[in-house]
């Protein structure tokens, strides 16, 4: 069981950038796959990219890609979403999440156990 807590939300320029951050405390959090997902109001919840335990694979949605990065530092049991070139399209709240991926692949909400109460990102215009 590992707890989650995301930071770095807040109100940003389109084409400005932002970085969240999850810190984890618990046990084995080297051993989880970690995500981001996002929801937008009046909207599913979506995902948004992942990476794998080790940090060798990374995953992205189409409409995040090229500009969003994901990464991980296990020795601060920390995960990262740097937010490079923002659209107001990207205003939701975004949610750290915790889990195991198969081999195919690391996007299903499904794959992913434990998540953080979320943080704020609103993208003006």
């Known amino acids: 069981q590992v707890q989650l807590v995301e930071s770095g939300g807040g109100l940003v320029q389109a084409g400005g950038s932002l970085r969240l951050s999850c810190a984890a405390s618990?046990?084995?959090?080297?051993?989880?796959?970690m995500g981001w997902f996002r929801q937008a109001p009046g909207k599913e919840r979506e995902f948004v990219a992942s990476?794998?335990?080790?940090?060798?694979?990374?995953y992205y949605a189409d409409s995040v890609k090229g500009r969003f990065t994901i990464s991980r530092d296990n020795a601060e049991n920390t995960v990262y979403l740097q937010m490079n070139s923002p659209k107001p399209e990207d205003t939701a709240v975004y949610y750290c999440?915790?889990?195991?991926?198969?081999?195919?692949?690391?996007?299903?909400?499904?794959?992913?156990?434990?998540w953080g109460q979320g943080t704020q990102v609103t993208v003006s215009s």
């Open positions: 999440a915790a889990g195991y991926c198969p081999g195919y692949g690391c996007y299903d909400q499904r794959f992913f156990h434990s």
């Open positions: 618990g046990r084995s959090f080297s051993s989880y796959a």
């Open positions: 990476i794998t335990w080790s940090g060798t694979n990374t």
